[in-house]
């Protein structure tokens, strides 16, 4: 059953206020640039001539860390919010990438197009994550590395109500079953976590990348599409989503908070703090 704002629409609206804040408030506490630096690894970023495609780029920030290594003029953006690509478009290092508005389950691009896919804090809200990664494979190029980054099932009972309310958190299982039933081969995955996440025993988010073994579409058979991002708004679908946009949002606003005590917290124990203090 999809979460909250697991849906097209939902996701669309909440970018539409999330966006203003996204890169000084909320970014900062979940996806840091160790996580992205420790993440990108996996790609194997290793030519500057690379074609790369990151598919629900949002306002660029994991885009910044794939220009480091690849040109700019190599690099495709995607995202299906105008509003987190209008932020993208005021960064002066991806000034240069290509963005498209545009579905991650229905890829604009040509199969065999590009030599990396990499997409990092976008499969939450994914309603197929199967059709999705299919399509990861349909556009890579054969020998090419797909990389996704997105949190993980919480084992806590509370943390595990709270995030499932909100948005997908899939299982490990879950990822590697999706890399595999789409074709992806040499699969191999990282943890990664910010500073102020200190559960060991829970990781927060996964590193997954596979290789495309040969040329062509993803061998995965698909079901018919759980959501269309056109679909008609019907008075059901309207009152469905209202519900699902403001309770989801209420509740993924939680989150920010918590990170932040949280994130207070790891600073004020960290060893330097402390010799600091002394």
Aim: charged content about 20%.
């Amino acid at each position: 059953m999809a979460r909250l704002i697991q849906h097209k629409k939902e996701a669309f609206w909440f970018y539409r206020f999330v966006s203003i804040g996204y890169d000084n408030l909320i970014n900062p506490f979940f996806w840091t640039i160790p996580m992205r630096e420790k993440s990108l690894e996996l790609a194997q970023l290793d030519r500057p001539d690379l074609q790369v495609l990151d598919a629900g780029a949002g306002t660029g920030f994991t885009t910044c860390g794939i220009v480091e290594k690849v040109n700019s003029n190599h690099v495709k953006m995607l995202d299906q919010s105008p509003h987190q690509l209008a932020k993208a478009k005021q960064k002066a290092a991806i000034n240069d990438c290509e963005k498209f508005l545009g579905d991650v389950e229905n890829l604009p691009f040509a199969t065999d197009t590009f030599d990396r896919y990499i997409s990092a804090g976008s499969i939450e809200y994914w309603p197929d994550p199967q059709r999705a990664i299919a399509e990861a494979y349909r556009v890579t190029k054969p020998g090419g590395i797909a990389l996704i980054i997105g949190p993980l099932e919480r084992k806590n009972p509370i943390a595990r109500w709270l995030s499932d309310t909100w948005m997908l958190f899939p299982s490990e299982d879950a990822y590697i079953s999706w890399y595999k039933l789409a074709g992806f081969t040499q699969i191999r995955k990282v943890y990664v976590a910010p500073d102020w996440y200190a559960d060991e025993n829970s990781p927060y988010a996964i590193a997954i990348a596979g290789v495309k073994p040969s040329a062509g579409k993803s061998p995965a058979i698909l079901s018919d599409a759980i959501e269309q991002a056109a679909e008609p708004m019907t008075l059901e679908r309207f009152l469905l989503f209202w519900f699902r946009f403001v309770i989801g949002s209420a509740t993924g606003a939680l989150f920010v908070p918590i990170a932040a005590v949280r994130s207070l917290i790891a600073k004020f124990n960290s060893p330097q703090q402390n010799s600091e203090s002394k």
